[in-house]
């Protein structure tokens, strides 16, 4: 993992194996990404008095897709002025990894308060516990592009309530699940707020990685971020603390913290 993090705020690019590799995605019996009619969909709506901008997006492979996917969510939220984060976004989207990206739509409404996730998958059946940890109906196939311990939608809705927002799912007309982030809607006129400076913040390289791992695995705590790095539980504990302090992120429950939008800013300024 360290050697993936040294890559990363060194920016390069992690290779991938070309598509007729032997141990890629068919071999390990993952379906390929859906392209053409059947590749997912975000649609922007500036106003619902207009039709919205719909943007077709397609990759390589389902690790790829499940990133652009995410980073591009996350950037048109941006642009509309909505402050969803990127950790919920990007545990969102693994999600669709059950549905196997069947009809995707992706809709972000409200100025980027609102995004709807829907597709035509085999839906939630129980609604209650699929936000429980530990529920999870990921099989061995799915857990090679992600975690599949049933974590994702518990910390999607727990960093939510962080900010005031909720987390649903509904069934989608025709089969499938509809999920709904909902940030409370700004008063008319007001903008989201600015970025803290650049120069404001300065971090060690090691605080840097720390917020890239927390960016990859959702939320951790110091056990596991001194796993990853290397270090002790108790330098992990006051690398987190030192983070909180400077508004780079927050608790999430269980001595667990997860991005602030603060952190996620300053790693968007670095990338």
């Given at each position: 993992?360290?050697?993936f993090l040294d890559k990363l705020l060194a920016g390069q690019e992690a290779a991938t194996p070309p598509p007729d590799d032997a141990g890629g995605a068919a071999a390990a019996g993952l379906p390929g990404p859906p392209s053409g009619p059947g590749a997912p969909r975000i649609a922007v709506y500036d106003t619902l008095t207009s039709p919205p901008r719909v943007l077709s997006i397609e990759d390589q492979d389902l690790p790829a897709l499940i990133a652009s996917l995410a980073e591009k969510t996350y950037h048109y939220c941006r642009e509309q002025g909505g402050q969803v984060?990127?950790?919920?976004?990007?545990?969102?989207i693994e999600n669709l990894m059950h549905a196997y990206f069947r009809d995707v739509v992706i809709t972000i409404l409200d100025g980027g308060q609102v995004i709807r996730i829907s597709d035509h998958?085999?839906?939630v059946q129980d609604k209650e516990r699929a936000f429980l940890p530990g529920f999870t109906t990921a099989t061995p196939v799915q857990r090679q592009v992600i975690r599949g311990v049933g974590s994702g939608l518990p910390i999607a809705r727990e960093s939510l309530n962080f900010l005031r927002g909720v987390l649903t799912v509904e069934d989608n007309l025709g089969g499938g699940a509809v999920f709904t982030i909902s940030l409370p809607s700004r008063p008319a006129g007001e903008t989201a707020p600015l970025p803290r400076a650049r120069a404001e913040v300065k971090l060690t390289m090691r605080q840097k990685k720390?917020?890239?791992l927390l960016m990859e695995l959702g939320s951790a705590g110091p056990t596991a971020i001194g796993k990853e790095l290397g270090i002790a539980p108790a330098?992990?504990?006051r690398e987190l603390g030192l983070l909180e302090k400077a508004g780079l992120i927050h608790s999430?429950?269980?001595g667990k913290r997860a991005l602030a939008e603060e952190g996620l800013n300053l790693l968007d300024s670095i990338f």
């Open positions: 993992m360290e050697s984060p990127y950790t919920v976004i990007r545990e969102l998958g085999p839906g720390v917020l890239v330098t992990a504990y999430v429950g269980d």
